[in-house]
């Protein structure tokens, strides 16, 4: 298992955990401790903005890259096939992705700030995510929001499927975007 394997050993697959979580607790404390107070409003928002752009970006990239673009397509195959299995995408190709794609088109558009604050939002919905579809495969789920996301990431990988319910932590853009099932029809 390298270092850009799709199959990780326990440890890679926890250690993704940390960097994100510790990633997210560095650029919070930047953020608080460093940038303008006059502007702590604004990078609030930027931060929520952040965090709500992070679902349509985890919607489009499971349904479009993840669903329809070779090599990713083929590689997230072998999750459906074995859906226990530790497979993610390699951290240091998830990481180089939102510092090239979010952070560094945010900084160019504003300022070293907004850039922080919007990566911040897009990292702690990457987290979330991560987690959230790690508890859908491998957690006991004990409250109402978990059971639907396991009844809605099961329906995904249903033999045969996986052409809707894309969303893994909100199904907002599977109903905006009508990949959303209502039911699947049990077996006569």
Not at 49 to 62: C, K, R, S
Not at 90 to 99: G, H, K, N
Request: one cysteine or more; aromatic letters at 12%; charged letters at 15%.
């Amino acid at each position: 298992m390298g270092l850009f394997s799709i199959e990780h050993s326990k440890a890679a697959y926890r250690a993704d955990f940390a960097v994100y979580a510790a990633a997210i607790v560095v650029l919070a404390f930047i953020l608080v401790a460093q940038a303008p107070h006059a502007n702590w409003f604004e990078l609030l928002v930027c931060t929520a903005a952040g965090l709500a752009g992070w679902t349509l970006l985890e919607y489009g990239l499971h349904r479009f890259v993840l669903h329809g673009l070779p090599p990713f397509s083929r590689w997230h195959v072998q999750h459906h096939l074995r859906p226990s299995a530790l497979i993610c995408a390699p951290t240091l190709l998830s990481a180089s992705l939102i510092a090239g794609l979010i952070f560094a088109p945010a900084l160019l558009a504003s300022d070293a700030w907004h850039a922080l604050a919007i990566t911040l939002g897009v990292l702690a919905g990457y987290l979330a995510y991560a987690i959230t579809h790690h508890a859908t495969h491998h957690w006991r789920a004990d409250n109402a929001w978990l059971r639907q996301r396991k009844r809605c990431h099961a329906l995904h990988h249903r033999p045969g499927a996986a052409t809707d319910h894309y969303g893994v932590t909100t199904e907002f853009w599977d109903r905006i975007c009508g990949s959303r099932r209502r039911a699947v029809t049990p077996p006569a």
